[in-house]
């Protein structure tokens, strides 16, 4: 049976699914690489090895369907294999299919047994949707779990949990829990801040954010929702000194650009 510790290190590194769920277009590179890849499968169909790579190469390029499909091919000859059924899952998610992930996440615990990458990423899927099951499973995770950034990654899916059914209070705690345990996990601090935001407490929010960006001055995130915060406070000459913060480290956040258009500092 194929190992499955290297398969779990490509699926979790990705980019986010694209948001339509449909094969996104890929660079010369990429298509070059999967057309190497495509080609070596055509000569030695029977290897699995490449078809492996193959599916790696088209999930990194956003092709799932096409991924799913090799995969179909390699679960065909061992349709209990935890690697495979992980891979399937993965490439469900990122598409967006979020019910047949989950059950794909399933059939892959079932089938080894003890699997806490997948365990994870089924808690966050069962998070996302409102399912008790994330809390009974990141509950389960944690006692096992002993590495500091591993108990981090469970807790924020915990508290994702809370925030999706409404629970704030529950999820301050958790979030509280993360920081206390690990100062250095940024997006617990983001999290904590959103809550007060969304409860229109922006002094909170301006403070939690804060804390974030003196954690690392580079958190661009951070810098971003400081300003956001200030806004909302009538802080309108910080809140612009630190939308460009934000930008200066991340240019992508279109947002920032908005707001700097919005409040007149750019055309």
Known sequence: MTGFTS?????????KPAENGQDATNNPPANSKIAELENKLQQEPQVDSIREQFVEQLVQNNQYDKALAQVETLLQKQPNNPAYLFMKADALERKGDTANAIASYEQSIAAAG?????ELRLASLYAETGNKKAEILCDALLKDATAVQFRSDILFVKAAYYNKI???PKALTVYNQIIREDYTYLDAYIEKGLIYYDQQKFEDAHKVFAQSTNVSNKFADGYFWMAKAEEKLNRTTEAIDNYKRSLALDQSIAEAKDALKRLGVVK
């Open 7 to 15: 398969l779990c290190l490509f699926a979790c590194t990705n980019d």
């Open 114 to 118: 003890l699997f806490t990458e997948a």
């Open 166 to 168: 409404k629970q704030a």
